[in-house]
């Protein structure tokens, strides 16, 4: 190569080279200028897939780039959030998950290979499901006191679940209440819903966009919400807290998160576009149909509550008896 | 009975709606399809179509959605008899006869005859739902987790009839099915089981790989050594083969009634979908047949039942859905999410607030069927000459819709390589002469077994006489014992002998 061919090539290298450093920050100024993927751990038409539609619509509109929402079930949401480390952080994968999954799998599983909490920044919290503690309409208990008084003097009564928050929150109930039951778990939620009203199960703790409808409709008999405060789509249900089970707040609520690296400034605009979302007097509406109030923590709030919460979820798994798997 | 009639009128003008028509064709025209592309499921294209539906009417979005879920079924039988490739689970039992009727040259009347228990299948169901859809609920909720666990030893012990050559080697298909079904993290205590820490066995192995796998690739695996004869034997289908004739369509009378009584029966029960219900009304037909043997080898009736199983048992689905608001299956908890996304509430008020979605769904029901039957009949000679296309060209292509509908079911590549794996291991299982359909029964059946036997138990505080106690339960293990009871007095008794006839009564005459 003669003189020539050398330097043009150097100064087409040096060019290159601005452009990698330019390319970057273009790509922050001009985000997003592609689709955003929106993965979460759950199948397609779960309540879980709904909520998320919901928000992944509005952001669209905001963005003015397509949300695709990918449904990665599987390993109770393990899959999906492992999907999420393994992405890119440059903003265009996000992660919609609840905090049942990211302190439960802390404490349930052994040799993830990530750290719910290290490897995932929190752009802002967006809903709360509340949990319902049903009976079956036909059963003489109509309130948590009489709940627990039943409890204390019945040999070997039976709880149901459908899943591990669930379970976890009947766990929690039993605690502050002192009551012991037999927990029995139940993997659809329509052979769950047989038992309770025909009586087989004392008692159940049940999500609100399965359960609200079913309450309203007299299906079933609600005692109690499990947030902490009245749910809209259930005013008429008191609170465990009012209800006597004092401290009593474990309910799932809904976070977007971007894989750790993710550039601030991005982060920060997702954050101001779901604050802007959920400040909307629609997003109240939908959410109290589907049993759900909007949040409004900002990231680093939201990052505070979670590490709040999670001594007490490792407790109850032990409570649980659950190994760690 | 007034009541449901002025409904249904209602509903009719409802669906008539040209708007609302538009969308059921278009439901049923997509579900079709889906159901004809191996692998890809009704719950993928739910899931695509699910966010158009959000500026639609809901009337047209519920009528849309259903038709794709009941429109699935109807080009499943397609690929399970022309190629022996089951395009979704619930048709891998009509692999078992229909691709040998294909193989005598009668795959068009196959097809045929799977249309007519199609159609009166589906209006069985239908007719189910606008009567009794009340009655239903209660009997549904009389079968709790000790009946179903009876009710599925039942189907494991007589689903081992399935397999066409040694009843040992269906045993032990069956068992390994069982073994198969373990593989996941057990609902009761989360501890895993058998996944070797791959997060991906979490769950079990995906239904549709093992399906697909067993079924589809092996079979590929296998005819590739094959080509040229099987090439020769498809060019000689003549028009005639496409028409059933009269006396095919007497044999499959009685099984498609059997099958659609059993694939309602199916849909009453909790867990138990168009698979289940497609592997019970074969086993059925078997054990009820005069001739056994001809199963496996191209008995009409093993396509008829099965297939009308199937469409009751979809169409029977959506009872508990519309008039309870307790979703069957994922399909339904999808149709279910998009009517809480149109702010409509499901259960037991649908019926009174929303008579328009409720009577409407029921009328498309009729109006969906018959668009589908208009649209496939014709179609069935298109189908079959699409054997006439070079194998080296339609088997790559299989295997694409393959790879892509089984990537749809959870969006990983894991369950392509898990279809690949268990395409490997069905080609060996087919060298050494096993059958692979009891796998999948077991599989399906054994999880629900083990759920059920612990719950019940559970629930009766460990007390193994509850399984007794429940006079369902008891009914059903009854049968079990029969079942197996009449088997071993078969044995015992010997090979049926030929009566001898005495040489006197031969020579006279």
Request: charge should be neutral; glycine fraction near 10%.
């Amino acid at each position: 190569m003669n003189f020539w061919q050398r330097s043009v090539r150097q100064i087409l290298l040096a060019l290159l080279g601005l452009f990698a450093i330019v390319a970057p920050a273009a790509a922050q100024d001009s985000y997003p200028n592609q689709p955003i993927h929106v993965v979460i751990g759950f199948a397609a038409g779960s309540g879980a897939d709904t909520l998320t539609r919901y928000f992944t619509d509005k952001l669209q509109a905001l963005a003015k780039q397509p949300v695709i929402v990918d449904n990665k079930p599987g390993a109770t949401g393990n899959i999906a959030l492992r999907a999420v480390t393994e992405a890119k952080p440059d903003g265009y994968t996000l992660l919609f998950s609840a905090n049942s999954n990211m302190a439960g799998s802390r404490y349930l599983f052994k040799d993830l290979p990530f750290d719910t909490v290290k490897d995932f920044v929190p752009i802002a919290s967006f809903a709360q499901i509340a949990f319902i503690v049903v009976v079956s309409p036909k059963s003489p208990i109509n309130s948590i006191a009489d709940l627990t008084a039943f409890l204390k003097k019945k040999q070997g009564a039976l709880s149901g679940y459908t899943n591990q928050t669930a379970q976890l929150s009947t766990e929690y109930y039993k605690q502050l209440a002192g009551v012991t039951t037999t927990p029995v778990s139940y993997k659809a939620t329509p052979d769950a819903m047989r038992d309770i009203v025909e009586g087989q199960l004392d008692f159940m703790i049940i999500d609100g966009t399965f359960g609200a409808p079913q309450v309203r409709q007299g299906q079933l008999k609600a005692l109690a919400v499990t947030t902490a405060q009245r749910s809209p789509s259930l005013p008429d249900v008191p609170t465990m807290q009012e209800a006597g089970v004092a401290n009593f707040d474990f309910s799932p609520w809904w976070v977007a998160y971007a894989p750790k690296g993710t550039p601030q400034p991005i982060v920060d605009k997702l954050q101001g576009w779901m604050l802007q979302i959920t400040e909307l007097p629609e997003t109240a509406d939908f959410l109290k149909d589907v049993g759900a109030v909007p949040q409004h923590d900002t990231g680093p709030q939201a990052d505070a509550r979670l590490k709040a919460e999670l001594p007490k979820w490792e407790t109850l798994v032990k409570a649980a008896g659950i190994e760690p798997q | 009975m007034e009541g449901s009639v002025a409904g249904l009128i209602h509903g009719f003008s409802v669906a008539l709606d040209w708007h609302n028509l538009v969308y059921c064709l278009i439901g049923v025209l997509a579900g079709n399809l889906v159901g004809v592309l191996p692998g890809m499921g009704v719950l993928s294209a739910i899931s695509i179509l699910l966010p158009l539906t959000y500026g639609m009417p809901p009337v047209g979005a519920v009528l849309m959605l259903a038709g794709l879920a009941y429109g699935a079924q109807y080009g499943g039988a397609i690929c399970s008899i022309l190629l022996n490739l089951p395009c979704h689970p619930p048709h891998a039992v009509t692999c078992l006869d229909g691709f040998p009727l294909t193989k005598q040259g009668k795959g068009g009347t196959a097809l045929g005859i799977t249309m007519m228990g199609a159609v009166f299948g589906a209006a069985f169901g239908i007719l189910q739902m606008i009567f009794t859809a009340p009655y239903i609920a209660k009997i549904a909720f009389s079968f709790g987790s000790a009946e179903i666990c009876s009710l599925m030893l039942l189907g494991l012990l007589a689903g081992s009839t399935l397999a066409k050559g040694s009843p040992l080697k269906g045993v032990a298909m069956t068992i390994l099915g069982l073994l198969l079904g373990l593989i996941g993290q057990d609902a009761d205590s989360g501890i895993e089981r058998f996944t070797f820490g791959v997060l991906n066995l979490d769950d079990g192995i995906e239904l549709v790989a093992l399906s697909l796998g067993l079924f589809g690739i092996a079979e590929f695996l296998r005819s590739v050594n094959n080509i040229a004869p099987i090439d020769t034997a498809y060019a000689k289908l003549g028009v005639s083969d496409l028409r059933p004739s009269r006396a095919d369509m007497k044999k499959a009378a009685f099984p498609v009634l059997r099958g659609t009584l059993i694939g309602s029966l199916c849909s009453l029960i909790p867990g138990t979908g168009p698979t289940i219900a497609s592997f019970v009304a074969y086993a059925a037909e078997k054990k009820i047949s005069k001739t056994p043997e001809r199963f496996g080898h191209g008995a009409i009736e093993g396509v008829a039942a099965p297939e009308a199983s199937t469409h009751s048992s979809v169409q029977g689905d959506f009872i508990p859905t519309m008039s309870l608001g307790i979703p069957g299956d994922a399909v339904m908890a999808l149709l279910l999410g998009a009517l809480i996304i149109h702010r409509i509430q499901p259960g037991p008020r649908l019926i009174i607030e929303h008579p328009d979605i409720f009577w409407g769904l029921i009328a498309s029901f009729w109006l969906g069927n018959l668009m589908l039957i208009f649209l496939n009949v014709p179609l069935i000679g298109v189908w079959v000459k699409l054997l006439m296309v070079p194998y080296r060209f339609l088997f790559p292509s299989a295997l694409f819709f393959i790879c892509i509908g089984v990537f749809a079911a959870k969006n990983t590549l894991f369950d392509v390589g898990t279809t690949l794996f268990f395409g490997l291991f069905g080609y060996l299982l087919l060298l050494l002469r096993f059958e692979p359909a009891p796998i999948l029964l077991g599989f399906v059946l054994g999880p629900r077994f083990e759920e059920n036997f612990r719950r019940a138990l559970k629930i009766a505080h460990g007390d193994l006489h509850t399984f007794i106690d429940r006079p369902i339960s008891a009914v059903f293990l009854a049968l079990c014992l029969l079942l197996v009871g009449t088997q071993i007095w078969v044995r015992l008794r010997g090979p049926k002998t030929r009566v001898a006839i005495p040489t006197s009564v031969l020579d006279t005459e």
